[in-house]
């Protein structure tokens, strides 16, 4: 079985994960990397990503890999916030409750239409597993998506749609607990039709006049 770190003595604790990858290296060299590794998500369960993996995707050698990350958990995490970076791109029409649809909507396409549920499934395992890499993902992927959501909602109440005495943080949470409990646990779809109902639901809740689900 594959080490998740670089195994060559004298080298940096892998496990000190204070940065996303090592400084020095070569810029193009860094971006194939994250490409060829990128490029596997919609082919392999996260198990399966290994350094290995990667170099063969990429033509690379597994030292030059470990030249710009000191483990596979912190190669895949920036990729995979690369990726969803350019995914998800925050929406910002106006109205809020049709920015929060859309925003949901680009979720539950990455998870299940992009081939990303197992990655991001085995990164969550890992933040739980080992706590210096879970503050990492927690301080880089799980903020920037928990800002997205905010800022939403937070317009929506300087606007008038969602209420004043609403906790956005409890909110956020109540969204996300209903995503990841299908992800972890219950392992059901996460998809359109899904989202939709946790929307409609989420809305009445938020919303200062609840609205009634569309279509019905």
């Not at 060299?29 to 490409?35: E, S």
């Not at 290994?50 to 033509?59: E, K, L, N, Q």
């Not at 995490?77 to 990726?83: D, I, S």
């Not at 949901?104 to 499934?121: E, K, P, Y």
Request: glycine share 8%; proline share 4%; aromatic share 6%.
């Amino acid at each position: 079985m594959e080490s998740d770190h670089r195994p060559a003595a004298g080298q940096a604790n892998p496990s000190d994960h204070t940065s996303m990858r090592r400084s020095g290296g070569n810029e193009s060299t860094r971006r194939k990397i994250l490409a060829a590794t990128v490029s596997l998500f919609d082919r392999l369960d996260y198990g399966s990503i290994t350094v290995d993996a990667v170099a063969r995707a990429a033509g690379l050698s597994r030292a030059t890999i470990y030249r710009h990350w000191p483990s596979r958990q912190l190669l895949v995490l920036e990729a995979y916030t690369a990726r969803i970076s350019d995914l998800l791109a925050p929406p910002d029409t106006g109205d809020a409750i049709d920015d929060l649809r859309t925003s949901l909507a680009q979720l539950a396409f990455c998870l299940d239409f992009g081939g990303a549920a197992s990655t991001v499934s085995g990164i969550i395992v890992e933040a739980i597993a080992d706590p210096e890499f879970g503050r990492l993902y927690r301080r880089i992927m799980l903020r920037e998506r928990r800002e997205v959501f905010g800022s939403i909602l937070a317009r929506g109440q300087k606007g008038g749609q969602v209420r004043h005495d609403i906790d956005l943080d409890v909110a956020i949470d109540a969204i996300y607990g209903a995503v990841h409990h299908r992800l972890l646990v219950s392992r059901q779809v996460i998809d359109g039709p899904f989202m939709k109902a946790l929307v409609d639901i989420t809305i009445n809740g938020l919303a200062v006049h609840p609205t009634s689900p569309r279509g019905a």
